[in-house]
Structure formats: C-alpha cells, structure tokens
C-alpha cells in the first residue's frame, strides 16, 4: 500500500534523450510536488500543483515539464537531458500548504 | 523570503547518547516547523512537526523545542540507536507560502 510511488527508481539516459518519470499518490491529497535533490543533500522545489493547477513554478528551465491529468498524478517529462539534470527526483503530495509533505522513494537520474 | 539554517551539518555519537539539531529561521511569520528524516536510498519521512502555537512536542525519543522570540527550534532525540542514523532535514514555513524552506540537512551518524 505505497503512499506515494514513482516510477522508475533508476534511470540511466544519454545526453540529448528525453524521458519521463510517474508519480501516483493514493493518499486523496490536494497538492503534490517535484524536488530535486543534488549530491549534497540539498532539496530544491521544481513544481507545485494543487487539485491539477499549477501554482509553484521555480525557475526551472524550460526542458521540465510537469503534467497532472489528475489530482493522484503528477508526472514530470525532461526533454533535450543534459548532464546536470543528473540527481534524485522526488514527488511528494500534502493534504494542505501547512502540513507535512509524504515522499515518494525517489528516482535517481543518472545522465551520460 | 525565508532562509533556514541548520547545524552541525554533520553529527557522530554513541548509541545511547543524545543528539540535537539546531535550525534558525529568518522570517518571524513563519509558523510551521517539520522534521524529516531520511534513510539511505528513501525518501523523506515526516518525523515530527511543531506550530507556533507551542514552544515543545514530544514523541517517544524525540523532541522538537520552538523559540519563536530567538527564531530557532531543535530536534532532541535521546537514547540513539543506531536505526537513526540518517539524514534529518528541518523546515520552516509560513501561512502565505505554499511550500517550506529546507534546512541543508544533518548527517546523524550513531556509532553501536
């Protein structure tokens, strides 16, 4: 009964492919969320959806591209990939902006 | 916008011993404070959270403390095993931001 699950776990992919990762949540949560967490731990917001809508979009390049078909995914889609897209991707969802965040296990991209 | 500190960025002890996190926050209408704690190769996991309505939470072997005045809360875990080693990340957010600002994370290391 996984929470919050992504798809695939590892990814490896040259330079210039495009792919995607899926993320499901069967949790009813409102709002989900993309991180992106580099070599040092540090975790980065890419995207914010709520019920489907966009609402947080960090400046993220243009290659990024989230879509919701629905409120229990969030799938995020990475075109032209370079090297420094290599990292772990979470999904998380949370039920209200003020409340804590349930992670997915994450997918580690891996660029070459 | 929101900057949050967290210290030691790394931390070794004893089975047995305690351990405390210290995070510092700048904005003061933040007013909800998350734990996670994340395990080699996992996602995060809320481990305890605390509002701004209280100054302490308790949790079995964990703690969180809030100084609201002096802009800084703790994370106390006592009697460490070593299933804690992991990552521990502390985030502060306020009622008019969707999404918290992360600490850069605590490497808690447990030696048995």
């Known amino acids: 009964d996984t929470a919050v699950s992504q798809t695939p776990k590892y990814l490896v992919t040259q330079m210039g492919n495009d792919k995607s990762i899926k993320c499901e949540q069967n949790l009813g949560h409102d709002t989900m969320y993309w991180y992106k967490q580099d070599s040092k731990k540090f975790l980065k917001i890419m995207f914010s959806y709520n019920n489907k809508e966009l609402i947080i979009n960090e400046t993220v390049p243009n290659r990024f591209s989230p879509k919701s078909p629905d409120k229990a995914h969030l799938n995020l889609h990475i075109n032209s990939l370079e090297l420094g897209d290599s990292a772990v991707y979470f999904c998380?969802?949370?039920?209200?902006?003020?409340?804590?965040?349930?992670f997915g296990s994450g997918t580690r991209l891996t660029v070459v | 916008g929101e900057n949050v500190e967290q210290h030691p960025s790394t931390l070794s002890v004893q089975e047995g011993d305690s351990a405390v996190i210290k995070c510092t926050y700048s904005d003061s209408a933040s007013n909800y404070f998350p734990w996670y704690k994340q395990e080699l190769g996992k996602g995060p996991q809320l481990i305890i959270d605390i509002r701004s309505n209280v100054g302490e939470k308790k949790d079995q072997r964990i703690a969180v403390t809030l100084n609201k005045t002096a802009k800084h809360f703790s994370l106390h875990i006592t009697e460490t095993q070593p299933e804690d080693s992991a990552v521990y990340f502390c985030?502060?957010?306020?009622?008019?931001?969707?999404?918290?600002?992360f600490g850069r994370g605590t490497s808690l290391i447990v030696h048995p």
């Open positions: 998380a969802s949370s039920q209200e902006t003020l409340e804590g965040y349930t």
């Open positions: 985030a502060a957010q306020s009622g008019g931001s969707y999404i918290p600002t």
